[in-house]
């Protein structure tokens, strides 16, 4: 779909949309309707309000309302061969705030879930340390723990959305990511109780599950800022984000935060051999591949409206609303456009700004019911700006699966409803 498509929108508009004004809306756009005679919503007695409901007994551990049933992780099964080496996505146009619920969040196994009994776990550090050890999971407990909110994106994260627009929503091109706050221990106290030898540089990393999936960590990295987590918003990692312990890599790619952690290895040079690691590269037009980008680099997209979440209520007050990010550090800045990067606006972070971790921004836009064109930019703390998808294929060509960070464009049609489109 090309940007010519675009119906018109008179010059006063873009001289709003210039000078910042908007979001600033004339009264009277937002608000309720007049009352009216004969709502039933208002006049009738509904059945929660004439009988008592549910007791405290009825649900030991708390469901979402049944109207939110459809708020839910979706897998696309043509993607994969089979379910159990696969993924799913977050319903991400569903969602608000920076948190994602642990039931919401992607999953993405190489054998389904380690179904594991924490007495029978252990987590085994050996290599080139001054001795090697075993830990129980009680063991780990008494380390000095903390707290820390970050954001993992998967490396192929709207992988499928290089060649040209694919899939219709943002559940889908964008849902290979999670926030959640981490409870655990620093890797590097855990490492410091082992003793690192002098020359281990390298730490190979390795999962407990059918796929044993391990991944090499620079060690710099590992004493840095990587966790051993084992609660995830304040209550034990869910099975399939690698119960009892996984690893957290802040910023770097979702393939390094080995799930179900049971080993740690200290080597003195990537263990190249092992798939995993050698798979996450980049392959570019001139057959050459890029390695170690293990950092996911400034991205965002709005969320809403995007096809999922299409405008219901017409002309009027919308409330734009989308997700940044970036592996190297916090986004300073978004940008928001609603005629395909002609005219920009800086929408509004709210909530916490956090390093590596999930921002949400919104844009109140006074909808005058033409089509849009929606984008959404961001710019992170180190001055990165989140690039057009033209931009990256200059760059690296298109056969890429990795690291898609380009701009997404949602097509809104006059009658609210929204597509996955390219435009350039
Ligand atoms: N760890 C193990 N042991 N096995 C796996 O299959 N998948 C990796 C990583 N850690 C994987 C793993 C990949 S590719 C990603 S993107 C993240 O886990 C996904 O984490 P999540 O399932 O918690 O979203
Ligand atoms: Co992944």
Redesign the pocket.
Same mark, same amino acid.
């Given at each position: 779909m090309s940007q010519s498509n675009e119906s018109a929108q008179g010059p006063s508009r873009r001289r709003l949309l210039k000078a910042g004004l908007a979001g600033t809306l004339a009264g009277g756009l937002v608000t309720g309707r007049a009352l009216a005679a004969g709502d039933p919503a208002i006049t009738d007695i509904q059945d929660w309000n004439r009988y008592s409901g549910p007791g405290v007994d009825a649900q030991p551990y708390g469901t979402p309302s049944p109207y939110e049933k459809t708020v839910i992780r979706r897998n696309v099964p043509w993607l994969t061969a089979d379910p159990v080496?696969s993924?799913n996505f977050?319903p991400l146009h569903a969602l608000d705030g920076i948190i994602t619920p642990n039931g919401l $969040?992607?999953?993405?196994?190489?054998?389904g879930v380690?179904e594991i009994d924490p007495a029978a776990h252990r987590l085994m550090i050996n290599g080139l340390v001054e001795t090697p050890l075993v830990f129980t999971m009680a063991d780990l407990a008494r380390f000095p723990r903390t707290n820390r909110i970050y954001f993992?994106? $998967?490396?192929? &994260?709207s992988g499928m959305e290089w060649r040209g627009a694919q899939l219709n929503g943002c559940q889908f091109t964008h849902g290979?990511v999670?926030c959640v706050m981490y409870t655990g221990v620093p890797l590097r106290a855990v490492l410091a109780e082992a003793g690192l030898k002098p020359g281990a540089t390298w730490l190979l990393?390795?999962?407990?599950?059918a796929?044993?999936?391990?991944?090499s960590i620079p060690l710099e990295k590992a004493l840095d800022d990587c966790m051993i987590a084992f609660a995830m918003n304040g209550e034990a990692?869910?099975p399939?984000?690698?119960y009892p312990i996984?690893?957290v890599v802040p910023g770097w790619?979702? &393939?390094? !935060?080995?799930? !179900?952690?049971r080993r740690l290895e200290l080597g003195d040079q990537p263990w190249q051999q092992r798939e995993?690691t050698s798979k996450?590269t980049d392959l570019l037009a001139s057959g050459k591949a890029r390695r170690f980008t293990w950092a996911m680099e400034v991205k965002s997209v709005i969320t809403s409206p995007s096809p999922q979440a299409p405008v219901r209520h017409g002309r009027g007050r919308l409330v734009i609303s989308g997700l940044a990010w970036t592996g190297n550090g916090r986004i300073a800045q978004v940008d928001v456009t609603i005629d395909g990067g002609r005219n920009w606006t800086a929408a509004r972070i709210d909530g916490p700004s956090l390093p590596h971790a999930l921002h949400r921004f919104y844009l109140e836009h006074d909808w005058d019911g033409s089509a849009l064109f929606l984008q959404s930019r961001a710019i992170d703390e180190k001055g990165y700006v989140q690039p057009t998808k033209d931009a990256l294929r200059a760059a690296r060509g298109s056969n890429s699966i990795y690291h898609n960070n380009g701009i997404q464009t949602w097509y809104v049609g006059t009658d609210g409803v929204v597509e996955n489109v390219e435009i350039s």
């Open positions: 080496s993924v977050t $969040c992607f999953e993405r196994h190489h054998a380690a993992l994106e $998967c490396a192929a &994260n290979m999670h990393a390795e999962g407990a599950d796929a044993a999936m391990t991944r990692l869910r399939e984000q690698g996984r690893l790619e979702g &393939n390094m !935060w080995v799930k !179900w952690l995993e996450y």
